[in-house]
């Protein structure tokens, strides 16, 4: 933080107590004039709501004074005014964040290692690693729940991880690889084929879905799915390439939606879906355990 700033919050920090501390004072001030305690004043609204002369309730002020000198003390003993590092020397990243990261790794980093040894498929499968499973879960709950729901049951853009279908391959190894290094997916828009080619070329994916469209459209749709170079990504019968992420387009299960303005939509506006990597920020033994999570899911 530059200078400026932090003397702008010390400034700004300070300014308010002493406001809050000016305000007490200035409400308990007798003022010449006024009517005596327990008097109305004479201000009336609402026609008959008069305003008494009365003083603060006892309770309120000392929760006013208890705050006020919490807020002192807090500032002196913690960082909070800008620069100032508070008496303590506190920090959240400094002691006390490593000092438990320390001791979770201390507890933890034994068990990690240790099932990173066993196959993904024992890890997902066999009754023994049970407990395995259970703290993959806890690390999806954490760090993937977010984008696929807690069940990984996924939400529009973000993919189903149960239903065993797969955009870049459901091999261990193929799954370990989307989690650690992450995936960008790449449809290029085909705007550029025109309204009449999009729709038909739509008609066809809806048609390889099983789907009931338009019959001429459809075959219509089919030249240009030849043509367009649709078949170099998601083949020449539609089911895609997990290298290329291009998913299986006629098992009826969309990403974007399978409705047809959904799928007009991608083919006009192509799509990049991208899963971040993990690796960097989990580590080889998580993200060994999170495979078999996902692995386990998919299989059940
Ligand atoms: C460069 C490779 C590439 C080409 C060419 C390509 N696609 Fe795709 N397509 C993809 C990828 C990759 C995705 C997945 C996008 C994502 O996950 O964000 C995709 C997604 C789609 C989807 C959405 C599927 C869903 O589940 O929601 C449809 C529909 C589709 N493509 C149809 C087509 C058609 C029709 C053409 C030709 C006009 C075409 N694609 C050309 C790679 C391609
Ligand atoms: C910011 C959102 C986000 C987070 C967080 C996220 N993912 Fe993803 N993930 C995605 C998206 C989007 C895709 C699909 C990419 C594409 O379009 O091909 C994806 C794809 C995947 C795939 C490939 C699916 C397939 O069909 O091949 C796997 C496996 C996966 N994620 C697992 C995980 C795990 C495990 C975590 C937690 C460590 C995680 N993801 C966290 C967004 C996310």
Redesign the pocket.
Same mark, same amino acid.
């Given at each position: 933080m530059s200078a400026f700033w932090s003397g702008w919050i010390i400034i700004l920090s300070v300014a308010n107590i002493l406001g809050c501390v000016w305000l007490i004072w200035w409400t308990m001030r007798r003022r010449t004039g006024e009517a005596a305690q327990g008097d109305v004043t004479g201000h009336t609204w609402d026609g008959d709501l008069q305003e008494y002369n009365n003083p603060l309730p006892r309770w309120w002020l000392w929760l006013f004074y208890i705050t006020l000198i919490f807020a002192v003390g807090y500032l002196a003993l913690y960082p909070g005014l800008g620069d100032f590092k508070g008496v303590l020397g506190w920090s959240s990243q400094g002691s006390q964040y490593t000092a438990e990261m320390d001791k979770a790794a201390e507890k933890y980093d034994p068990i990690f290692k240790q099932y990173a040894t066993v196959a993904v498929a024992d890890l997902a499968s066999k009754p023994e690693y049970q407990e395995a499973r259970n703290m993959g879960k806890r690390l999806f709950l954490t760090y993937c729940m977010q984008c696929h729901g807690s069940d990984g049951g996924g939400a529009r853009g973000f993919p189903n991880l149960k239903d065993d279908e797969w955009?870049w391959g459901g091999s261990a190894d193929q799954i370990k690889a989307s989690i650690a290094n992450g995936r960008n997916?790449?449809? %290029?828009a085909?705007a550029h084929l025109g309204e009449e080619k999009v729709d038909q070329?739509a008609a066809y994916?809806m048609s390889l879905a099983g789907r009931n469209v338009d019959a001429a459209e459809a075959a219509a749709g089919k030249e240009?799915?030849m043509t367009?170079?649709?078949i170099?990504?998601?083949g020449m019968d539609g089911t895609g390439n997990p290298l290329?992420?291009? %998913?299986n387009?006629t098992d009826n299960i969309?990403?974007?939606?399978g409705s047809a303005g959904a799928?007009k939509q991608?083919?006009h506006k192509g799509?990049?879906?991208v899963m971040p990597a993990q690796q960097d920020l989990l580590g080889d033994e998580k993200v060994h355990l999170l495979t078999a999570y996902v692995y386990s899911l998919s299989k059940q």
């Open positions: 955009q997916a790449v449809m %290029p085909q070329a994916v240009v799915f367009a170079g649709c170099g990504c998601h290329l992420g291009a %998913p387009l969309w990403l974007y939606g799928i991608t083919l799509r990049a879906g």
